[in-house]
């Protein structure tokens, strides 16, 4: 696997994603719908941010165990 491959799905996990209520989270690498919640903390300021970990097979973000943020507004 080469390192620039690895680079450019870090970068996507960390820019990360918007929260659809309707979707959920789509994981910004494999493109699968509602990756699952990890970790959920309080409304900030009309923000809610999730943190998502994919778990379709032959994700990238998935074999590496790469969480991804997403934003939801109010």
Do not use: F, N
């Not at 979707?23 to 719908?33: E, K, T």
């Amino acid at each position: 696997m080469s390192a620039k491959l690895i680079a450019a799905a870090l970068a996507k996990a960390k820019q990360g994603v918007t929260y659809s209520p309707k979707d959920g989270a789509v994981c910004p690498w494999c493109g699968a719908v509602r990756i699952p919640v990890t970790s959920s903390p309080k409304w900030d300021g009309g923000i809610k941010v999730r943190y998502h970990k994919c778990k379709a097979d032959g994700c990238l973000l998935a074999k590496m165990g790469q969480g991804v943020k997403s934003i939801q507004g109010e």
